[in-house]
């Protein structure tokens, strides 16, 4: 095997980013729950439905259906000029997505304004456009971008105002909530770092009618026992509202299908393949 030199690298764009969100989620004296979500009708239910909606989607809009119920949800801790609170007025959340960028796999943070506003329909094509749209024409992840190349100082300089001083824009920009996926081949996190008041960590996969979803809380605004009723309550909006609006795309892609024969004046002919009976 050759001989590899060792050598100084400095940190990538992306590396600079991640490092700074990690630096202010150190401050953060976080908490984690995990519980298991009966979703057994709303996985048969999702997969009856096209397009396909992401487990992402459907826990990011119950989440913030239930943040209009629980306003701690939508609060953040700050600092300065004195301790105290901040509630925000509406739910953002701010998701992570690893995406390939000049040459290195990278995290961005796509913003969700209101998801409790939108259908599962609009979220789901948000969600696809940050997943799949060219990186450079996404216009937070170039804001992403750029901002990393500021000299260190002026990013620390940057990420005090926003976070300590005005939070308004934190909440605006970093959002009331974040998300991210937990589990992934197998393996689960325990917890997030994270600079939010509160993460959902999401299990991709429904294994066995359960969803594994994992809640990291900062214990300054929020204690143990209400984030265990939070994703019991989670629980009860994706089995009811969330439940309901799938059923509604499912029926509604029947309807169209009907209105579409109905529309031809008679059904489609089905002919038998070769030795069917």
Known sequence: MANQLSRWRKLSNGRRLVCDVIRIAQKVPSAGVLADLNVQELAECRRQVRPRIAWNVLLMKAYALLGLERPELRQLYAPWPWPHLYQHRKNVCVMTFSREHDGEERLFFGRF??????????????YDEYREAPVES?????????FAKFPGLVR???????????????????????????????????????????????????????????????????????????????GRILRGPILAELKSLRSGESSAEKLAVDDRGSAPLILPMKGAA
């Not at 304004?113 to 948000?126: F, H, V």
């Not at 934190?170 to 325990?190: L, N, P, Q, R």
């Not at 809380?217 to 019991?232: E, M, N, S, T, Y």
């Open 113 to 126: 304004n209101e998801p409790d506003a939108s259908t599962l329909l609009e979220l789901q094509a948000r």
């Open 138 to 146: 996404i216009k937070q992840f170039r804001h992403q971008i750029n």
């Open 156 to 234: 620390r300089l940057g990420w005090w105002l926003m976070r300590d001083v005005w939070v308004r824009k934190a909440a605006s920009h970093m959002g009331t909530f974040g998300m991210s996926i937990s589990g992934f081949k197998d393996a689960f996190g325990t917890v997030h770092l994270s600079p939010n008041t509160t993460t959902l960590g999401v299990d991709v996969i429904s294994r066995g009618g359960t969803s594994r979803t994992l809640l990291t809380f900062d214990h300054r605004v929020i204690d143990g026992k209400p984030a265990i009723d939070i994703l019991q309550e989670l």
